[in-house]
């Protein structure tokens, strides 16, 4: 199934707001590292390194629900949006009134996105079967 020209243009923006606010997240965590709650091993450049491990599935999916790999893509993207909600993990290491409002904003807007990224995505799916059986 290829998507029509008003839903390739919602998952796009979707995407780019996705990454946009793991950017966002992820960059005020390794210029604020001490202000974040991160498990004792986690270092600077291993939150850095993950955006560059995570952000390649973003594209990656997009690119295959575009080319009507609906199933495949959007595994794909699941699996990004997973990865996105990995943030959540900052509260296993401190509640969430002790964390900065600054940290948890960021926070928040990347698990809404991601969450906003899997309902998408879920829809097309959901689209894309309706019109195989």
């Known amino acids: 199934m290829h ?4 839903a390739r243009r919602w998952l796009f923006w979707l995407v ?28 600077p450049h291993l939150i850095d390194a ?17 080319r009507g790999a609906v199933v495949w893509g959007g595994g794909v993207l699941y699996l990004y949006a ?7 993990g900052h509260y296993r290491f401190a509640a969430i009134g002790s964390v900065p409002f600054r940290i948890n904003l960021f926070i928040l807007l990347e698990t809404v996105l ?9 829809l097309l799916q959901i689209r894309q079967l309706r019109r195989t059986v």
Do not use: K
């Not at 998507?3 to 008003?6: K, V």
């Not at 990454?19 to 709650?37: G, I, K, R």
């Open 50 to 66: 993950f955006w560059f491990v995570m952000t390649p599935f973003a594209v990656a999916g997009y690119l295959l629900v575009r």
């Open 114 to 122: 991601a969450a906003a990224l899997i309902a998408y995505v879920s």
């Open 16 to 43: 780019i707001a996705n990454v946009a606010a793991s950017v966002l997240h992820y960059v005020d965590n390794v210029v604020f590292f001490s202000q974040y709650p991160e498990p004792a091993w986690a270092t």
């Open 3 to 6: 998507l029509g020209s008003n």
């Open 82 to 88: 997973g990865m996105s909600l990995l943030v959540l």
